[in-house]
């Protein structure tokens, strides 16, 4: 790390200090600025921080709980390497949650969120029409967050928040696949059909068709 790469915080109202921290520390590791195998010390990260050992402390567990940050006592702290399979276990995992929240969020999404949630899909469709790769990864996550979100369950939503940057993390790996744009619009088009009649059951059955398709957050994996 440079000497520059963290300035101090500015404490934000009505947040917890340590969120605050969690959340720089996190960032750090999605764009590289802590790289795998880099040492965590908490004095030098609160004094660069501006901040007291505490909420830095309480950031590190919370990443380590993540299996972002390894600890071994007395020895070191340190940002983990990812594991071998995490993109695929990663979108394997999302496709199944995205699953479930679409028969709870479909079913309970207000009439602001129904409509939200079909405005998702057509931006899902206009990109795949372009053959946008990046627009679509970005669409689909933003998809499955409105569905996460119209299923009201605060344990669920809650859980998959705080689970945000591991999760991110594991799918950066993510390449555009290789598909029959046409055969994915219309997958696309079948979820939106399924979307406007709250068809839970219909749109769980095609995120989780087999085929590799981005509407899965499936691709090929790139871990080296």
Do not use: C, K
């Amino acid at each position: 790390m440079a000497d520059n790469d963290f300035v101090p915080l500015t404490p934000r109202e009505g947040a917890a200090l340590g969120d605050d921290v969690y959340a720089v520390l996190g960032e750090a590791i999605l764009r590289g600025t802590l790289r795998p195998g880099d040492r965590l010390r908490d004095v030098e990260l609160a004094a660069r921080l501006g901040v007291s050992r505490t909420p830095v402390r309480e950031a590190l567990q919370r990443l380590e709980r993540l299996g972002l940050v390894e600890v071994a006592a007395n020895r070191y702290t340190r940002v983990t390497e990812a594991h071998p399979d995490a993109y695929a276990h990663t979108t394997e995992f999302m496709t199944y949650i995205a699953g479930d929240a679409a028969i709870l969020g479909l079913a309970r999404a207000t009439s602001e969120q129904h409509t939200d949630l079909i405005e998702a899909v057509d931006a899902l469709i206009a990109r795949s029409e372009r053959n946008d790769g990046m627009g679509i990864l970005g669409g689909t996550t933003a998809f499955y967050q409105l569905l996460i979100r119209a299923t009201g369950n605060h344990v669920f939503i809650t859980i998959m928040r705080e689970a945000g940057l591991a999760l991110q993390r594991n799918l950066q790996g993510w390449t555009q696949p290789d598909e029959d744009v046409e055969l994915r619009t219309t997958r696309y088009r079948r979820l939106r059909d399924a979307v406007v009649a709250r068809d839970g059951r219909a749109a769980e059955s095609i995120l989780m068709e087999p085929e590799p398709s981005a509407l899965a957050l499936r691709g090929r994996p790139s871990l080296g």
